[in-house]
């Protein structure tokens, strides 16, 4: 990989939480690029690194759910520079495409390190990109997943988050094995908690001023469906 191309170039080269390497005649430092490759290694050690890796691109009845691209930069700015967007997360409005252009990059990053990545929700009609959805979280020794959305407001109220919701948790049980997917919001944001409850979680309860947003402290609401759950849901759709 990275470093392997310049091996000859170390003296040593040790991992014990940081990176320590001395060069022999090179000029610049390759400390980020053995970061790089420690990193890659790590993540392929991952139950889930094929996953993150070839995030499969799933459809529903009015949704495609696939791996965002840099040719997505336009509709993304369009809707991450709406404060509604971004009320309830950590992150800000983007000022200028160029944040969503580095929002990609981490993007970008994730896929290719097969860690824990959003896909695109793009409409069947139109092929216009309106938000995302992904697992941000997974504790592999529990076969937990988190999971996390955001829906451009000029497609609020139509059901589309509700959708893709569905389809990322059925993929999160049926593909990745999942026993568990969770996901929080904070107090405020009923809306998002509707979507979570119509996407067949449950409720778990409140934890006030839990997390620090936008440097207040805010209270969080926590949601759950279990594999057993959305299996006997599923069951029942079908006997109905």
Known sequence: MFARNINKSLHSVRDDGQILCALRRDKFSIDFLLYLEIKFYRAMDSIFFNIFVNLPSLK?????LRKLVYEDTDDIYE??????????VLWYPHGSKYESLEYLNLVYEKYNHGEPSPWGIVLNETGKLIGSIGYVKIDEKELTGEIGYVISPHFWNKGFATEAVKKAVEFG?????????VAHTITQNRASGRVLLRAGFTFDGTKHGYMEIKNKPVDIDFYSISETEFKKSRDNLKKS
Do not use: G, H
Request: net charge neutral; glycine share 0%.
């Open 60 to 64: 529903t009845e009015r949704l495609l």
């Open 79 to 88: 809707y991450a520079k709406i404060p509604q967007t971004s009320e309830y």
């Open 173 to 181: 049980f049926d593909e990745m094995k999942l026993n568990k997917i």
